[in-house]
């Protein structure tokens, strides 16, 4: 079992910056694959990033490549989502998420992902 908390959400101007964090108990971070979701209102939750199991592995989505950064500190136990150059469009309710499957391939739907955080909420205004 592991409990996922994000914080650093808040409230942004376009072109601006925010970092994600999301704190595991129960186990580490490198017992997991990790991955950052989102949800905008009145839309389905998306995958925004992700790292496989062992962690050599990232995928974005085309939406945030080359803006958004996953990384994980493993002595922290923690996960984190660099987020840059933010867009009115990023603004959504935040998520990260763990699973429990080793795979070599990063996992980019929500239904491959056992546990989940309760969100952070990210405003972009324009």
């Known amino acids: 079992q592991v409990h996922l908390v994000e914080s650093g959400g808040g409230l942004v101007q376009a072109g601006g910056s925010l970092r994600l964090s999301c704190a595991t108990s129960g186990r580490t971070v490198r017992d997991y694959a990790m991955g950052w979701f989102r949800q905008a209102p009145g839309k389905e939750r998306e995958f925004v990033a992700a790292?496989?199991?062992?962690?050599?592995?990232?995928y974005y989505a085309d939406s945030v490549k080359g803006r958004f950064t996953i990384s994980r500190d493993n002595a922290k136990n923690t996960m984190y989502l660099q987020m840059n150059s933010l867009k009115p469009e990023d603004t959504a309710v935040y998520y990260c998420?763990?699973?429990?499957?080793?795979?070599?391939?990063?996992?980019?739907?929500?239904?491959?992902?056992?546990?989940w955080g309760q969100g952070t909420q990210v405003t972009v205004s324009s």
């Open positions: 998420a763990a699973s429990v499957s080793i795979y070599t391939r990063v996992l980019v739907t929500t239904g491959e992902y056992n546990y």
């Open positions: 790292k496989n199991w062992s962690g050599r592995t990232t």
